[in-house]
């Protein structure tokens, strides 16, 4: 456990924690991608993963409040604008609260976080604390689900476009954004991993930061599937779809 793991075999380490644990491989994602949802389900899912992507740029902050490189933060800052965008009507959040509103949520609810479940809070809560007290390696690192976003986003337009009404052009513009972006950061943030884990210990730290950020995602499934597929107990002041009031 002390030799300097060779930097194919540390990028192949990596790329198989995707492999093994992402969210792609949950029940419910499986349940989302085959049309087996329900629209009740849906605005669950849509308003719970919102609650994440509001995140992200506070997350991307912390991150970059703490990088002495000019070049780093120059780099880094474009995830910031990449989500909150450069006015009001651009940026992921906007894109994400399209995709809110064509679901038939109301867009101000969901701005304002209302019905979102306690352990979606506490799984991204946790995400943005790790990134906020950890090293930046791992703070980079933990975001490399990116490696594995690409094809789960073209999967998932294909999907929805096969299976939902709601779905078109307008509606998963998120999604197609995402396409050339999570490309762009991920040769930036693996780069900067594969460069910067110099020791054995530090790549251990890496690849740990990365299964803590699976088990994020993956733990924001449970939470909708225990809620809204089985055993179906939606948590005090969480969000009921209309089938269940």
């Known amino acids: 456990m002390t030799e300097l793991l060779r930097p194919e075999e540390f ?6 924690i995707g492999a093994d644990r992402y969210h792609s491989l949950h029940p419910f994602h499986r349940m989302l991608h085959e049309g087996k949802l329900n629209k009740g389900q849906v605005q669950a899912w849509v308003l719970n993963r919102f609650y994440y992507q509001y995140s992200i740029p506070l997350k991307d902050a912390s991150l970059l409040s703490r990088a002495e490189d000019p070049a780093f933060r ?46 979606t809070r506490f799984a991204v809560d946790a995400y943005v604390r790790f990134v906020r007290e950890r090293t930046l390696l791992e703070a980079v690192a933990s975001s490399l689900t990116e490696l594995f976003a690409p094809d789960l986003h073209k999967t998932r337009i294909a ?49 740990a930061a990365l299964r803590f950020k699976t088990d994020v995602l ?11 597929v089985s055993p179906g107990f939606i948590p005090p002041g969480a969000f009921v779809p209309e089938d269940r009031r």
Request: charged share 30%.
């Open 11 to 16: 990028e192949r380490r990596l790329r198989q």
């Open 74 to 119: 120059r780099a880094w800052i474009q995830r910031i604008l990449d989500h909150d965008g450069t006015s009001a009507e651009t940026g992921g959040i906007e894109r994400w609260l399209v995709l809110a509103e064509g679901v038939g949520l109301d867009r101000d609810r969901v701005r304002a976080l209302v019905g979102i479940l306690p352990a």
């Open 159 to 207: 999907a929805l476009l096969e299976n939902y009404d709601f779905a078109n052009e307008r509606t998963l513009a998120y999604f197609r954004t995402r396409l050339t972006q999570a490309p762009r950061d991920v040769e930036f943030g693996l780069s900067y991993v594969l460069r910067e884990a110099r020791t054995r210990d530090q790549q251990e730290l890496a690849l």
């Open 218 to 228: 993956w733990a924001q499934l449970d939470a909708l599937y225990y809620a809204y």
